[in-house]
């Protein structure tokens, strides 16, 4: 069945940074859309960044673009967020998702079929 994997979450000061991953497995990762969304107590989940199948197109909420980047490497089936000058705001579980429909690339976490299990970002003050 399809797996998603988060890792590299932890706690840091602001300003620092922090680089999670997200391993996938049982499906065709190369084919797929994928994104990162995050989720603070008592908010639904909201969108960080996502990456088109082939990496061509990357795709950025505002409160993030600047500071956060998206990559993969689908021959390891993996994709990346690094995210540097964190702030106290970015605090919140980090999950990583993908979305099977093939379709033109999409901001809202109800279109993800799949998802991590998330990892936990903690940005001090």
């Known amino acids: 069945q399809v797996q998603l994997v988060e890792s590299g979450g932890g706690l840091v ?34 969108f960080v960044a996502g990456i088109r199948w082939n990496g061509g197109s990357t795709y950025y909420s505002d409160s993030v673009k600047g500071r956060f980047t998206i990559s993969r490497d689908n021959a390891k089936n993996t994709v990346y967020l690094q995210m540097n ?38 940005v001090s003050s």
Request: aromatic share 16%; glycine share 12%.
């Open 85 to 122: 000058n964190l702030r106290p705001g970015d605090t919140a579980v980090y999950y990583c998702a993908l979305d099977k429909s093939h379709s033109m690339f999409r901001t809202e976490p109800d279109f993800y079929d799949y998802w991590g299990q998330g990892t936990q970002v903690t």
């Open 13 to 46: 000061q602001a300003g620092g940074s922090l680089r999670l991953s997200c391993a996938a497995s049982g499906v065709t990762f190369s084919t797929y859309n994928m994104g990162w969304f995050r989720q603070a107590p008592g908010d639904d989940h909201m």
